[in-house]
């Protein structure tokens, strides 16, 4: 039982780890436990168990845990062979991860803009920014949302180039009733701890049905051995293991992924009764039903209203102030202008969400929002 302070209203987090860890404390104690007992802190059972049963909740025949979300995007591109000289579409708003995995893989970015209601990939973007050298396109599953993915699909395999999902957002996210993971050639998942399913520290995995892709990814992820033997080294790969302990506190967690995901979806949909009227959300792709990974709204004078709320405890995040083509490093990588996204990048405010928000905590920033003045863009 948290206890309301007399005076004073209470913080409210965009994000409340510590709820989560204690909802499960008996199960990742032991946990802890199994793993020290066990001594097997690189690999063993625990490990094969969370990718049997992530590739499940995926709908793939295959799962490889790897260290972190970035290098499992990265692995994916150099797997698929798409290295220097090739192209490979991004949009543009999305973690900096995404469009750095692309150039640590040697390859060179593309990035383009997104639908402005919904900031996912828009198949005609990428149908417009494909050339000669174009290899794949990784398309984002940004907070929690889902772009139209037959529509991804179809513009990939017309176009011959492969579609790769980064769904690092959007852990039991669906698309017409089939889960984020699931779509292109191979989807990439990062479990740092503030995403859905989130670890203790930095993991990621690569869910694909693809075999041969598996077992490349597998092998250039530890050290490029070869599956006949552990000293035998068969390509230059990398370290980029999942630990031990990472997975075994990702198979704990997994078990409550859906109910967590039903209390965000729940915050959502009161967020979107209690809104101020002219405060929009950022749209939803049809079809899909969000894990929302942020509940992002789009508000005139942002950064005013950000103080504001902050002044009354109420902490917000923005995902992402800058689009990646306006970062320095970033910067040849974009054509020209991308208003969509750059229009976004000024208005949108990431809300408290997540799955243990008390009615009180929703009501306080929706309350807030109406006393600082708080109104959409178009008022
Ligand atoms: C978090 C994230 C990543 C990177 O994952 P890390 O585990 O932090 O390396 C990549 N892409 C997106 C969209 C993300 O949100």
Redesign the pocket.
């Known amino acids: 039982m948290i206890t309301v302070p007399q005076e004073g209203r209470r913080r409210v987090p965009t994000l409340d780890l510590g709820s989560m860890s204690s909802q499960l404390a008996e199960e990742l104690d032991a946990v802890w436990h199994g793993v020290v007992a066990s001594s097997a802190f690189v690999a063993g059972p625990a490990v094969a168990i969370f990718e049997r049963d992530w590739a499940a909740y995926c709908a793939r025949r295959y799962a490889v845990g790897v260290a972190?979300?970035?290098e499992a995007?990265e692995l994916v591109v150099r797997a698929l062979g798409i290295g220097p000289g090739d192209e490979v579409i991004v949009p543009t708003n999305?973690?900096v991860?995404?469009v750095e995995a692309v150039v640590l893989a040697g390859a060179t970015p593309r990035l383009v803009d997104v639908d402005p209601r919904t900031l996912v990939l828009r198949a005609s973007d990428v149908d417009d920014a494909i050339t000669a050298r174009t290899a794949a396109v990784i398309a984002?599953d940004l907070h929690g949302n889902l772009p139209d993915m037959n529509e991804l699909t179809r513009v990939a395999d017309d176009r011959g180039i492969a579609l790769v999902e980064?769904a690092?957002?959007a852990h039991g996210a669906r698309w017409r009733g089939r889960p984020a993971g699931s779509f292109g050639v191979a989807s990439c998942f990062?479990f740092?701890p503030g995403?859905n399913l989130g670890a203790f520290g930095?993991a990621?995995a690569v869910v694909t049905d693809d075999a041969a892709l598996e077992r490349r990814i597998r092998s250039l992820a530890n050290h490029g051995r070869a599956e006949s033997g552990p000293n035998v080294h068969e390509r230059i790969g990398r370290n980029s293991r999942l630990d031990t302990l990472q997975a075994a506190v990702l198979s704990a967690k997994l078990r409550v992924l859906d109910e967590w995901n039903g209390l965000r979806r729940r915050v959502a949909a009161a967020y979107r009764s209690q809104l101020p009227p002219s405060i929009a959300p950022v749209e939803i792709t049809p079809g899909v039903d969000s894990a929302y990974h942020q509940f992002v709204v789009r508000v005139h004078d942002r950064d005013r209203v950000r103080a504001a709320l902050a002044d009354r405890d109420i902490e917000t995040g923005i995902h992402y102030p800058l689009p990646c083509h306006r970062m320095v490093p970033y910067r040849a990588f974009a054509s020209g202008p991308l208003p969509g996204a750059e229009a976004a990048a000024t208005e949108i405010l990431s809300l408290p969400m997540f799955p243990h928000m008390t009615g009180e905590q929703l009501w306080s920033v929706c309350a807030g929002l109406a006393d600082v003045g708080a109104h959409g863009p178009a008022a």
Do not use: E, R
């Open positions: 972190n979300g970035t995007i999305t973690f991860a995404t984002v980064d690092a957002q990062s740092y995403k930095d990621g």
